[in-house]
């Protein structure tokens, strides 16, 4: 099973560059895998809530979720938090499932 994610990770740049290159890397990715039989996950970011949340941010998200599944409807999305995002954040609801890594103070 494999988990394909586009390097979308730690800082969120809110300009309409960066929005256009998360939804290309999204079709990209999604184009040239949609095929492989391992894949069951599209991973919209990896802890891209690191430096902060926003309105902005929020909404590239759900665009790359609506994208996700209007190209590949049968498998389901995909997000990886850090520890910080509480588990009653908004954010932890966009995707179908996701992922929380949790940093040890040791």
Request: charged residues 25%.
């Given at each position: 099973m494999v988990w394909a994610e586009i390097p979308f990770i730690s800082r969120f740049i809110g300009t309409a560059k960066a929005y256009d290159n998360t939804i290309?890397?999204?079709k990209e990715l999604i184009v040239q895998n949609y095929n492989h039989p391992s894949i069951c996950f599209w991973g919209i970011s990896?802890?891209?809530?690191?430096?902060?949340?926003?309105?902005?941010?929020?909404?590239?998200?759900?665009?790359l979720i609506t994208l996700a599944k209007k190209l590949a409807p049968s498998r389901l999305t995909v997000m990886a938090h850090?520890?910080?995002?509480?588990p009653d954040s908004?954010?932890?609801?966009?995707?179908?499932?996701?992922?929380?890594?949790y940093?040890?103070?040791s």
């Open positions: 290309g890397q999204m990896n802890e891209i809530t690191m430096a902060r949340e926003s309105d902005e941010l929020y909404s590239n998200l759900c665009d850090i520890s910080i995002v509480k908004l954010y932890t609801y966009i995707t179908d499932l996701q992922g929380y890594k940093k040890s103070n």
